[in-house]
């Protein structure tokens, strides 16, 4: 074999390529999967923690490779942002989601992940526009879960899209929360309404101290702030209890239900409404 300057590159550059090569694959079968008709959005019940009811659903984007099977939205959707696809994508599960959810009980709501980069460029509001357009839901039913990541970046554009948003009775819920660096700051910046707690905080519960105490110091914050809180990731009716307990209005996790296809949540939320 030749010699190589510095033996750790020699080492490493086999699965350096396996990894292009497999991001290559990747890239192009996310392309081909739009036309091919291979996503599809599940829905993950939301419930009331006091009166146990549901209140609405979460959209989770699928993607059923033809030979991987599903591919998981943590590995696809950041490689979907840096090709650009995520607007296409985002644009879509709008729609397909929005329309859904004007079939559910007329109190029910949608939440809809949106990326940092959708936020990022213009066309945001014209996507949200043309959902809303398309299915006739009222805006007032569909909620945005943003993370931090979506504040970091220039300011001025920022405010206006959230003013334009909001002017059309859109709600925000800041996701993942407490997983991020400066999220104070942010809720008093921005129009949030609602507070996601991430799933890492609820795992735990009661037997984490820290945890705890944690979830007692983002409760106490929401509530000076008049901010809603839902966890998420609800495993256990213990953990149900102790965040019904600290004062958590919404709970969200596979001990109400996993994400499920569109047929399966109407049911779910038609029984519901009729009890
Ligand atoms: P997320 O928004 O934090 O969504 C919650 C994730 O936790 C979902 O994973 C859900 O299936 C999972 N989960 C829910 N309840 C439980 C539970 O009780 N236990 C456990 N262990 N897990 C639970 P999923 O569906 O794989 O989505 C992963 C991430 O992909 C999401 O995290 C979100 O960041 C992103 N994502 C999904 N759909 C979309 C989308 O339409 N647009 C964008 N931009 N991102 C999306
Ligand atoms: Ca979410
Ligand atoms: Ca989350
Ligand atoms: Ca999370």
């Not at 239900?257 to 029984?271: T, V």
Request: with cysteine.
């Amino acid at each position: 074999a030749k010699r190589q300057g510095r033996g750790l590159v020699v080492l490493f550059e086999p699965a350096m390529e396996e990894d292009r090569l497999a991001r290559l694959e990747l890239e192009a079968d996310l392309n081909r999967a739009f036309e091919k008709d291979e996503f599809q959005v599940f829905y993950q019940p939301q419930v009331d923690l006091v009166s146990g009811e549901l209140v609405g659903a979460e959209a989770l984007l699928r993607w059923k490779h033809p030979t991987k099977g599903f591919v998981s939205p943590a590995v696809f959707i950041p490689v979907a942002e840096e090709m650009g696809l995520i607007h296409r994508l985002g644009a879509w599960v709008l729609t397909t989601a929005c329309c859904e959810a004007k079939r559910w009980p007329s109190t029910a709501t949608i939440a809809i992940n949106v990326s940092a980069v959708q936020f990022a460029t213009g066309d945001l509001v014209a996507a949200i526009g043309e959902a809303l357009e398309a299915s006739q839901l009222p805006a007032e039913r569909l909620e945005l879960e943003i993370t931090e990541s979506a504040f970091v970046q220039d300011s001025k554009g920022l405010d206006e899209i959230f003013e334009r948003l909001l002017g059309l009775g859109i709600s925000f819920a800041l996701d993942d929360f407490g997983t991020g660096y400066s999220s104070l700051g942010y809720l008093h910046r921005f129009p949030i309404s609602k507070i996601k707690i991430d799933r890492s905080f609820v795992s735990n519960v009661p037997m984490d101290g820290q945890a705890m105490a944690i979830l007692r110091s983002i409760r106490a914050l929401a509530e000076g702030l008049d901010i809603k809180t839902i966890a998420e990731g609800i495993e256990t009716p213990e953990q149900a209890e102790t965040l019904r307990i600290m004062g958590c209005q919404q709970g969200q996790g596979y001990l109400f239900g996993k994400p499920m296809d569109a047929e399966a949540i109407q049911s779910r939320l038609r029984a519901d409404g009729s009890q």
